[in-house]
């Protein structure tokens, strides 16, 4: 409440504003979901990961197909407008058996929305990764299939699928915008909100205001102490430039929209990244036409591979290698 009541104080809320918050039943009351509601919270973003059982013991989390149904039913009568549930494939002891059961128990809890992310494993970063069984992750092809079982069970379900990893309903904005080539996409993933500015609190928080992007300090002694000196907690920036922009631009056509069209002397200016895809498009996943690239169904899962070419800063040397890796390719 503290918080809102701050935010509040420095900045003009619009009657119309979406408010979103994400929550974990697990550690989320109804009292505080009350509380969200009365704060004007009308979106709702639920953790959910896996329904499965033994899935959850593997990551140690507890969350059952009740306690989220429970949620998702207080949350409508709350008036929740929108609620979306943040599914991710390629967990320890994942199976397309065990997950055919989450994938039918989210069906049956009929989401506004869904994203379904790639597990990312990485525990020289993330030392709570570290305790879990490493040889029982899915890898490979058999992480490919669990993802395409999602798409067609969402897909088949009644969900249109939103560029590369979300499923939204058809009377979804999401959906809506998707259809008529105004999605956008930022650091929170997929908006029909462009070229908003984004401002962040918190310790690692990563802002885009102005044409800067600007993390903050990620140890959280550190933040606080930049923050009672009288500092902005910044630990790194980068000021785009008109080549920055453009490609920006190029790259989310890509995720949000799959296709692009790189203009008249795109043939020339991108004559290297049109070679560089060549190989996607012998292997069927993108239709190259003069300057024009367009995304195949096949390649749907691929569009991080796609946009990677028209990412000079990651091709630079040391700029893959050095990168850190919670974006995964698959």
Same mark, same amino acid.
């Given at each position: ?20 918050? $994400? ?10 979901? /009350? ?14 990961? @896996? ?47 065990? #997950?055919?059961?989450?994938? @039918? ?16 494993? %990485? ?60 999605? #956008? ?32 300090? /990620? ?24 080549? @920055?922009?453009? /490609? ?37 996943? %993108?239709?190259?036409?003069?300057? %024009? %690239? ?29 990168? $850190? ?6």
């Amino acid at each position: 409440e503290r918080l809102a009541e701050l935010i509040g104080d420095r900045f003009l809320c619009e009657p119309t504003a979406e408010l979103s918050v $994400e929550i974990n039943p697990s550690v989320t009351s109804l009292e505080q979901l /009350r509380t969200l509601r009365s704060l004007g919270f009308n979106r709702l973003s639920m953790g959910v990961q @896996d329904l499965d059982v033994g899935v959850q013991a593997a990551i140690r989390r507890t969350q059952t197909f009740d306690e989220t149904q429970r949620f998702v039913d207080y949350a409508r009568g709350l008036g929740f407008g929108s609620i979306n549930f943040d599914l991710i494939y390629g967990l320890p002891r994942q199976t397309t058996r065990s #997950w055919a059961g989450t994938l @039918d128990q989210v069906l049956a809890l009929r989401p506004d929305r869904l994203a379904v992310y790639s597990f990312a494993f %990485v525990p020289e970063q993330r030392k709570n990764q570290r305790v879990l069984p490493a040889h029982e992750l899915p890898r490979g092809r058999e992480k490919v299939d669990l993802f395409r079982q999602a798409y067609k069970a969402f897909v088949y379900g009644g969900y249109e699928a939103i560029g590369m990893d979300h499923f939204a309903l058809p009377g979804d904005e999401l959906a809506q915008a998707s259809r008529a080539g105004r999605l #956008w996409r930022n650091f929170q993933g997929y908006t029909v909100h462009r070229d908003v500015e984004t401002i962040a609190f918190g310790s690692s928080g990563i802002s885009d205001i102005g044409g800067v992007y600007t993390q903050n300090i /990620r140890p959280l002694g550190q933040y606080h102490r930049a923050l009672e000196a009288g500092h902005l907690p910044v630990a790194r920036g980068l000021a785009l430039d008109l080549e @920055d922009l453009e /490609r920006r631009d190029i790259i989310n056509e890509i995720m949000c929209n799959l296709h692009v069209d790189l203009g008249e002397d795109g043939e020339v200016r991108f004559a290297e990244e049109l070679a560089m895809l060549a190989p996607l498009e012998a292997d069927g996943l %993108v239709a190259l036409d003069g300057p %024009v %690239v367009r995304v195949l169904p096949p390649g749907r899962l691929f569009l991080r591979n796609v946009a990677m070419p028209f990412d000079t800063r990651l091709r630079r040397p040391g700029g893959a290698a050095s990168a $850190e890796r919670f974006s995964r390719t698959v």
